[in-house]
């Protein structure tokens, strides 16, 4: 008897899993940025019990983790820098960012729980703007080397963003 039970339970607990897993790879299958999907989704333990919804949330909140983080990195380098055309550009980059995590990613978020998808939308994809604003600012004049980390930080940043855009429009139809 106890080991049917242990059956039982082996049975239904792995069946769990196997259903989270199989919407999050077909959930990452349908955006840009399958590898980095999976593994944001893989690293939230609700990921195994969310449906689309959910996995945007999570995704949205990663999006706000990282970019914060990246935030405070730049407002150091800006502060730290000596060097008047990157202080400009680094400039450019904390006001974006702060908007970004500020005003945008927290919007958003509390509109995906509200079921306003456009907003969200539009939210999301003022948040996404950050990074190209960012590294735009170093093609004006004086031009100025974008920082290889910054570069990093800028595209991690915009692929979740784009993640989470991507779930967001499965999510609208």
């Known amino acids: 008897m106890k080991f049917l039970m242990f059956l039982f339970f082996f ?8 259903e989270g897993a199989d919407i999050i ?3 990452c299958k349908k955006t840009e940025y399958y590898d980095l999907c999976v593994k944001t989704l893989r690293s939230d333990p609700r990921s195994s019990n969310a449906d689309l919804k959910g996995l945007t949330q999570i995704t949205l ?3 706000l983790v990282f970019g914060r983080g990246a935030f405070i990195k730049i407002k150091k380098m800006y502060n730290e820098t ?3 055309g990157l202080k400009s550009c680094l400039h450019v980059c904390v006001e974006n960012y702060e908007l970004a995590v500020v005003k945008n990613l927290p919007a958003a978020i509390k ?9 969200v939308n539009s ?9 190209e604003t960012c590294l735009d600012s170093f093609s004006e004049e004086p031009k100025t080397d974008v920082p290889p980390e910054l570069a990093a930080w800028n595209d991690h ?3 979740l963003c784009t993640i ?10």
């Open 11 to 18: 049975y239904f607990s792995t069946s769990t899993s196997v």
């Open 25 to 27: 790879e077909e959930t």
């Open 61 to 63: 909140e990663a999006s």
């Open 82 to 84: 000596k060097e008047k």
């Open 111 to 119: 509109l995906l729980g509200q079921n306003k998808f456009n907003d």
């Open 123 to 131: 939210y999301l994809s003022a948040a996404d703007d950050a990074p």
């Open 157 to 159: 940043f915009e692929q």
């Open 164 to 173: 989470a855009l991507d779930m967001l429009s499965n999510l609208d139809n």
